[in-house]
């Protein structure tokens, strides 16, 4: 027999006949393939950059570092991760709440698909004429071309149609079972929609009443640090946005791969909301070297900051017990022999541990950059920029390779077979070695005092800048063996997509049993109308007086200027 | 009585299927902690430049 | 939640609060706060028509004290490169005419932001000679990464 697809275990008694619905098929598919095309250009772009850092390569005088570094940032961070959010949780709605989309919310998810896709066009295309060399921070009064200000903001209205969608499918399920407690796949998507509307209001602000005016010249000055504050109140939240997709696959469709039950029913919506809380008011940690905000502001939104620690530290215990109960269901004994009995060889599991075990760096190193005054020791570093590869480019990126592997054939009709399980294995591996390389070693030279955000330089010679590096050649290493990753990646998505054979059987979409013993969910949980409010609350408590400062102690303005 | 007794054994019984995780959790919190605590040293041991 | 989800919990929440209370004790006791000030300029392109940094440099204002009013622009510093005594206590005054810029010294915790109409304040004593590398950590444009200047410390006579 040909390749036996890696969902035929006894252990799936779940309907592995779900199909899903033409229409949402191609919604889905749409998003997750502009998501792996931002995909490759964004490594294509980070590949070059680490090598001319390390001094290895060149550019061409067509392309500079800076506007690499741009691409890298803007397609990666900002386009990859929307589309994969936005294609995943659409495929969860569909899987758990009745099999498909509902009309409106097709409507809206196609809206929102070209709005951000003739944003991130307009915006590409920008970068690489060289006329939006501003990173994908743009801070004024680094001035970009108006347009580059229009494709952003495309982008992230785009993205509030895609969150109307996730409501408009979620609303129409509570219509039709008034009283229950939703499926928690759902729950989770609509809370991640609801952060990401009110962090996106920051950025939508200054980009729609700020930078779009002033850079076509209706207006001559603009507020910096005004522009940087609201930011810096999307930036931070947007980092949730990118691991909350993360915990949801974890939660919930982890525990059906490993064979075993969401034990409670309760604590993992208790997490979202918390991150609902706290992921928005604590702006200020990255702007705590920098004038115009007084200490007492920055030091409360860095106790702010170590709140958002905790639904983290819930998920930890959460998710390992849950393998830990199902390994010992399956017959483990002492300390550590449910570990064996995990499903190593399935890559859709593989991915997300490596991505999690390289979540504990990751953390500690966030909760270290966020504390105060010991941020002045590793702040523009590329300590910064370690930790952001660990959590964004490993964890969230790893886990949604791992979610890719089995969506995407589940979407094309065509089987998950032995040998794309095995390359995503492979791959995982050699991700997670580039990583260690990569971001480890940023972490190291970051406090040796490398700056981030800088090509290839000696800084005459000064022996400070010389012992950095040897380090710099072991991170274009990592990035060389990243980049095979990803190329290995884009192989296995465009396998799934186009080549793999068909199948009858559609691959199954894990969904995770709530084990008997879980509790019905206080109502308190889905009344969003608290949480919202306690989050708004939070924000207008951590951001009103350090904005009115703003204001009052504003210098003129500055007018825009243009450095590449 | 006999409530009593099941209801510490079915405890002890819960307390038993998760030490694997209960001993992992420390080893992250370990982690942060000494991480911490070696940037806090970095910092301190910088005042004096 | 299990009893020792609850011992976890208990320990890392308590973790969380002894950073907290450690970095406090720092902030409140021994003055340790990062760069700060409300101080602005006039327009950042008309900075240098107006004090202090009408006249950027190094200001001896005390037997061991100085004053640095530092300008940045792309891609440099004014001054550029900074001599004191060992031992001496400096009190940095910074700012930007054009775009945002950073200030960092490797190997200390002097790690300022410039924004353009804001002064930053930062204070610093230099207890071992050498000479110090700074350099602009903040993305400014094509010559970013060639903007950096020094400070040297003189090693004391006595």
């Given at each position: 027999?040909?390749?036996?697809?890696?969902?035929?275990?006894?252990?799936?008694?779940?309907?592995?006949?779900?199909?899903?619905?033409?229409?949402?098929?191609?919604?889905?598919?749409?998003?997750?393939?502009?998501?792996?095309?931002?995909?490759?250009?964004?490594?294509?772009?980070?590949?070059?950059?680490?090598?001319?850092?390390?001094?290895?390569?060149?550019?061409?005088?067509?392309?500079?570092?800076?506007?690499?570094?741009?691409?890298?940032?803007?397609?990666?961070?900002?386009?990859?991760?929307?589309?994969?959010?936005?294609?995943?949780?659409?495929?969860?709605?569909?899987?758990?709440?009745?099999?498909?989309?509902?009309?409106?919310?097709?409507?809206?998810?196609?809206?929102?698909?070209?709005?951000?896709?003739?944003?991130?066009?307009?915006?590409?295309?920008?970068?690489?004429?060289?006329?939006?060399?501003v990173l994908y921070t743009f801070y004024a009064p680094m001035e970009a071309?108006p347009?580059f200000y229009?494709?952003a903001a495309?982008?992230v209205?785009?993205?509030?149609?895609?969150?109307?969608?996730?409501?408009?499918?979620?609303?129409?399920?509570?219509?039709?079972?008034?009283?229950?407690?939703?499926?928690?796949?759902?729950?989770?998507?609509?809370?991640?929609?609801?952060?990401?509307?009110?962090?996106t209001l920051g950025v939508a602000v200054e980009v729609v009443f700020q930078l779009i005016p002033w850079s076509f010249?209706?207006v001559d000055r603009i507020n910096v640090s005004l522009s940087r504050t609201l930011f810096w109140y999307f930036g931070?939240?947007?980092?949730?946005?990118?691991?909350?997709?993360?915990?949801?696959?974890?939660?919930?469709?982890?525990?059906?791969?490993?064979?075993?039950?969401?034990?409670?029913?309760?604590?993992?919506?208790?997490?979202?909301?918390?991150?609902?809380?706290?992921?928005?008011?604590?702006g200020f940690?990255h702007q705590?070297?920098e004038p115009g905000i007084?200490?007492?502001?920055?030091?409360?939104?860095?106790?702010?900051?170590?709140?958002?620690?905790?639904?983290?530290?819930?998920?930890?215990?959460?998710?390992?017990?849950?393998?830990?109960?199902?390994?010992?269901?399956?017959?483990?004994?002492?300390?550590?022999?449910?570990?064996?009995?995990?499903?190593?060889?399935?890559?859709?599991?593989?991915?997300?541990?490596?991505?999690?075990?390289?979540?504990?760096?990751?953390?500690?190193?966030?909760?270290?950059?966020?504390?105060?005054?010991?941020?002045?020791?590793?702040?523009?570093?590329?300590?910064?920029?370690?930790?952001?590869?660990?959590?964004?480019?490993?964890?969230?990126?790893?886990?949604?390779?791992?979610?890719?592997?089995?969506?995407?054939?589940?979407?094309?009709?065509?089987?998950?077979?032995?040998?794309?399980?095995?390359?995503?294995?492979?791959?995982?591996?050699?991700?997670?070695?580039?990583?260690?390389?990569?971001?480890?070693?940023?972490?190291?030279?970051?406090?040796?005092?490398?700056?981030?955000?800088?090509?290839?330089?000696?800084?005459?010679?000064?022996?400070?800048?010389?012992?950095?590096?040897?380090?710099?050649?072991?991170?274009?290493?990592?990035?060389?063996?990243?980049?095979?990753?990803?190329?290995?990646?884009?192989?296995?998505?465009?396998?799934?997509?186009?080549?793999?054979?068909?199948?009858?059987?559609?691959?199954?979409?894990?969904?995770?049993?709530?084990?008997?013993?879980?509790?019905?969910?206080?109502?308190?949980?889905?009344?969003?109308?608290?949480?919202?409010?306690?989050?708004?609350?939070?924000?207008?408590?951590?951001y009103?007086?350090p904005f009115?400062s703003l204001f009052?102690h504003a210098p003129p303005g500055s007018l825009p200027i243009?450095?590449? | 009585?006999?409530?009593?007794?099941?209801?510490?054994?079915?405890?002890?019984?819960?307390?038993?299927?998760?030490?694997?995780?209960?001993?992992?959790?420390?080893?992250?919190?370990?982690?942060?902690?000494?991480?911490?605590?070696?940037?806090?040293?970095?910092?301190?041991?910088?005042?004096?430049? | 939640?299990?009893?020792?989800?609850?011992?976890?919990?208990?320990?890392?929440?308590?973790?969380?609060?002894?950073?907290?209370?450690?970095?406090?004790?720092?902030?409140?006791?021994?003055?340790?706060?990062?760069?700060?000030?409300?101080?602005t300029?006039?327009?950042p392109?008309?900075?240098?028509?107006?004090?202090?940094?009408?006249?950027?440099?190094?200001?001896?204002?005390?037997?061991?004290?100085?004053?640095?009013?530092?300008?940045?622009?792309?891609?440099?510093?004014?001054?550029?490169?900074?001599?004191?005594?060992?031992?001496?206590?400096?009190?940095?005054?910074?700012?930007s005419?054009d775009v945002i810029?950073?200030?960092?010294?490797?190997?200390?915790?002097?790690?300022?932001m410039l924004i353009p109409g804001h002064?930053?304040?930062?204070?610093?004593?230099?207890?071992?000679?050498?000479?110090?590398?700074?350099?602009?950590?903040e993305y400014c444009?094509?010559?970013?990464?060639?903007?950096?200047?020094?400070?040297?410390?003189?090693?004391?006579?006595?």
């Amino acid at each position: 027999m040909a390749e036996t697809a890696v969902y035929d275990r006894k252990a799936n008694i779940d309907s592995s006949s779900f199909r899903f619905q033409p229409e949402d098929k191609r919604l889905i598919l749409a998003h997750l393939s502009f998501a792996f095309g931002a995909l490759l250009i964004g490594t294509i772009a980070g590949l070059l950059q680490t090598l001319q850092r390390a001094g290895w390569i060149t550019l061409p005088p067509q392309i500079g570092y800076y506007q690499l570094l741009t691409a890298h940032g803007v397609l990666l961070a900002l386009v990859f991760t929307t589309f994969f959010i936005v294609g995943y949780f659409y495929s969860g709605l569909a899987r758990t709440l009745g099999g498909e989309l509902n009309p409106r919310a097709r409507v809206l998810g196609w809206i929102g698909f070209y709005m951000m896709s003739v944003g991130v066009i307009i915006a590409t295309a920008l970068i690489l004429v060289n006329e939006a060399t501003v990173l994908y921070t743009f801070y004024a009064p680094m001035e970009a071309s108006p347009w580059f200000y229009v494709g952003a903001a495309l982008l992230v209205v785009g993205s509030w149609f895609s969150a109307f969608a996730v409501f408009s499918s979620y609303l129409r399920w509570r219509r039709e079972h008034k009283g229950e407690s939703s499926p928690l796949f759902a729950f989770m998507a609509v809370a991640t929609m609801i952060l990401w509307l009110h962090a996106t209001l920051g950025v939508a602000v200054e980009v729609v009443f700020q930078l779009i005016p002033w850079s076509f010249g209706w207006v001559d000055r603009i507020n910096v640090s005004l522009s940087r504050t609201l930011f810096w109140y999307f930036g931070h939240a947007l980092v949730y946005f990118w691991l909350l997709p993360a915990y949801v696959y974890w939660y919930v469709n982890i525990p059906k791969i490993v064979g075993g039950k969401i034990f409670s029913n309760s604590l993992p919506r208790l997490t979202f909301l918390l991150f609902i809380l706290f992921s928005i008011p604590v702006g200020f940690h990255h702007q705590l070297n920098e004038p115009g905000i007084t200490s007492f502001w920055k030091f409360l939104q860095v106790i702010l900051t170590m709140m958002v620690v905790v639904p983290s530290l819930l998920t930890a215990f959460s998710i390992l017990a849950t393998f830990e109960l199902a390994g010992r269901a399956k017959g483990a004994k002492g300390l550590f022999g449910w570990i064996k009995k995990l499903p190593w060889k399935d890559a859709r599991f593989f991915s997300p541990v490596m991505a999690m075990l390289i979540f504990v760096p990751a953390g500690a190193g966030g909760i270290i950059l966020a504390s105060y005054q010991l941020n002045q020791t590793v702040h523009n570093t590329w300590f910064v920029t370690g930790h952001f590869h660990m959590t964004l480019a490993s964890t969230v990126v790893l886990t949604f390779f791992g979610i890719a592997i089995w969506l995407i054939p589940s979407l094309t009709g065509r089987k998950l077979t032995r040998n794309m399980n095995r390359l995503g294995i492979v791959q995982a591996i050699l991700w997670g070695v580039g990583m260690i390389f990569l971001s480890g070693t940023m972490h190291i030279v970051g406090l040796m005092g490398a700056p981030r955000r800088s090509a290839y330089a000696t800084y005459g010679n000064h022996e400070v800048a010389m012992a950095w590096l040897p380090y710099y050649d072991i991170i274009a290493i990592g990035a060389v063996f990243l980049f095979v990753g990803s190329l290995i990646e884009l192989y296995i998505f465009l396998h799934l997509m186009f080549v793999a054979p068909k199948t009858n059987e559609p691959v199954q979409y894990p969904i995770g049993d709530m084990a008997e013993t879980a509790k019905e969910p206080p109502r308190i949980l889905e009344r969003w109308s608290v949480w919202i409010g306690l989050s708004l609350t939070l924000s207008i408590i951590a951001y009103t007086i350090p904005f009115i400062s703003l204001f009052e102690h504003a210098p003129p303005g500055s007018l825009p200027i243009r450095t590449w | 009585m006999a409530d009593l007794s099941t209801f510490n054994k079915k405890d002890e019984h819960e307390e038993e299927n998760l030490r694997g995780t209960f001993f992992l959790v420390f080893f992250i919190g370990g982690f942060i902690l000494l991480t911490w605590l070696a940037v806090l040293y970095i910092y301190l041991s910088r005042l004096q430049t | 939640m299990p009893r020792y989800e609850k011992i976890w919990m208990i320990f890392g929440f308590a973790s969380l609060i002894l950073f907290l209370a450690i970095l406090g004790i720092m902030a409140a006791f021994m003055g340790l706060n990062p760069p700060d000030s409300l101080r602005t300029t006039v327009a950042p392109e008309k900075v240098e028509t107006a004090p202090p940094f009408d006249q950027p440099g190094v200001y001896q204002i005390g037997p061991k004290e100085y004053r640095v009013v530092m300008l940045s622009y792309v891609f440099g510093y004014n001054p550029g490169t900074i001599t004191i005594p060992q031992g001496s206590t400096v009190h940095f005054e910074a700012t930007s005419r054009d775009v945002i810029h950073g200030v960092y010294v490797p190997g200390t915790n002097i790690n300022l932001m410039l924004i353009p109409g804001h002064i930053t304040e930062f204070t610093q004593t230099f207890n071992k000679p050498g000479e110090y590398l700074y350099l602009c950590h903040e993305y400014c444009g094509v010559g970013h990464h060639l903007m950096q200047g020094r400070i040297i410390v003189e090693p004391s006579t006595t």
